[in-house]
Each structure stands twice: as C-alpha cells, then as structure tokens.
C-alpha cells in the first residue's frame, strides 16, 4: 500500500496558484471572436450549419480546457446554446441523451 506523502511547499504554492481574471476574460473574449469569424468564412462542401456545430464544438473544447467556467456549467452551455444558434433543434439535441447506455449507467448511479 502507498502511503499519503506530504507535499512540498513548490507543490503547495502551485495548486494554491489561481488563475488570473483578465486570462479568463481574454480566452472567452476570444473565443466569442473566434466562433464569429469562423462561421463568416466560408468552407467548400460544409453547409452553414454543419460550420457552426464545427465552430460550436471547438469553442466549447476550448472552455473544457481552460476551464472558463467549472466543466459541469460547461457540458449544460454544450446542451442548452446549439438550439438558439440554429444548430440543432432542442429535440433533437436532448433525443441524443436518450439512448439505452446513458439510462443504464443513470440507473446505476442510482443504486
């Protein structure tokens, strides 16, 4: 068995360590930026929708790994914003979360 070893205090120092605001404001501020520039331009043989989940989907990889917001808050924005940027209708896109895999595993959290 391991033991539970005392960290350092340059161990101690970095997870104390936060993030500064203003990294978080530019990483957001840029990727809004981002998300709008990339559906103006233009993809040969990607529809206009098929380019906004495509600039969706990556803004939201970028919020997973900056953690722009705590990663739960992120997967409801993945859920609830594709229906008022016209990805996906809100059917279609809570349809997707009803399949037998995803009731089986909810089942066993519930036991």
């Keep these: 068995m391991s033991e539970n070893v005392p ?7 970095c997870v104390k360590k936060e993030r500064k605001p203003w990294v ?8 809004i930026i981002f998300y709008g520039v990339f559906i103006k331009i233009p993809i040969d043989g990607l529809d206009p929708v ?12 970028v919020f997973l790994l900056f953690e722009i917001f705590p ?4 997967s ?3 859920v609830v914003i594709p229906t008022p940027l016209g990805i996906m209708s809100q059917g279609d896109v809570f349809a997707n979360f009803a399949i037998g895999p995803v009731f089986f595993v909810f089942g066993v959290f519930i036991l």
């Design 50 to 61: 098929a380019q906004k989940a495509l600039a969706y989907a990556i803004v939201i990889v």
């Design 24 to 31: 978080t404001w530019l990483v957001l501020c840029l990727s």
């Design 7 to 13: 960290l350092t205090e340059k161990q101690v120092e």
């Design 71 to 74: 990663v739960a808050v992120t």
């Design 76 to 78: 409801v924005i993945g």
